[in-house]
């Protein structure tokens, strides 16, 4: 990892060993884990490091507490995935494996959308990928991802930069895969918003698909901090794998 590059947060860390060890089978579902004390000794953590992690895994469904039982893991977690942030060739592909073709890779002003979403200030210069994700079927999926300015992504997340200027393929991945792979250490957090829409005739086109397919548009940014380091739309078309989506208050 690069100087200078943000460093995960104690709690992050504790969060995963512990969703690790829910999903390895050390504490299986219906488990109950042990008491505070005992657990922070097994950890080699402190009581309130532990406590904070443990009711952040409460509040993302791995966990619930049993009145004069405890903590106990619940019967059916949500699968490994949605503690950490994935790329969307990785979460679709799971049943059929899904290959990235690039269609354009450049640079661009900023639009309404950059601007809104990743702070995009004028004369700022965006990193732009276009993507189809591609199975056995032919195109599935349509991406259109954006990377934050240069300045921006030095300071907030030099890793990231680096890895968008030493792709070696960039027309076989996702911005946002270079994204994951860059960022061991460093703690992502992630937003999206899923509406309902057309496919267009553009798009369309790219997709052999007809303009007037019903398709589910997914909005995401994802930030280092309070920073948005990375924005992206992603098209899914009536046929398209399916999305699993977890909601939380």
């Not at 999206?192 to 548009?217: C, F, H, I, K, N």
Request: proline share 8%.
């Amino acid at each position: 990892m690069a100087a200078g590059a943000p460093q995960r947060r104690p709690v992050v860390a504790l969060y995963e060993r512990i969703a690790d060890a829910v999903h390895d089978g050390t504490y299986p579902p219906g488990s109950t884990l042990p008491s505070e004390p005992k657990l922070a000794g097994e950890l080699g953590v402190s009581r309130p490091a532990l406590r904070e992690a443990l009711l952040l895994l409460q509040e993302d469904g791995l966990l619930t507490v049993r009145r004069g039982v405890g903590r106990t893991v619940n019967a059916h977690p949500p699968r490994r995935g949605f503690e950490q942030v994935r790329a969307l060739e990785e979460l679709l592909g799971a049943a059929a494996p899904l290959r990235v073709r690039g269609l354009l890779r450049t640079i661009e002003e900023p639009t309404d959308f950059t601007t809104q979403h990743l702070l995009a200030p004028a004369g700022a210069e965006l990193r732009f990928w276009e993507s189809v994700l591609v199975g056995d079927a032919g195109p599935a999926v349509l991406s259109h991802e954006w990377a934050a300015d240069a300045e921006v992504l030095e300071r907030t997340h030099p890793a990231f930069a680096e890895a968008l200027r030493s792709a070696a393929a960039p027309e076989r991945t996702s911005m946002l895969a270079v994204l994951c792979g860059a960022s061991r250490g460093v703690s992502l957090a992630a937003h999206s918003a899923v509406t309902a829409t057309l496919l267009g005739r553009r798009r369309g086109e790219q997709l052999g698909r007809s303009a007037d397919t019903p398709t589910v548009l997914v909005t995401q940014v994802v930030r280092v901090g309070d920073t948005p380091v990375l924005a992206a739309k992603h098209m899914l078309p009536t046929g398209a794998p399916a999305l699993p989506v977890l909601q939380s208050n």
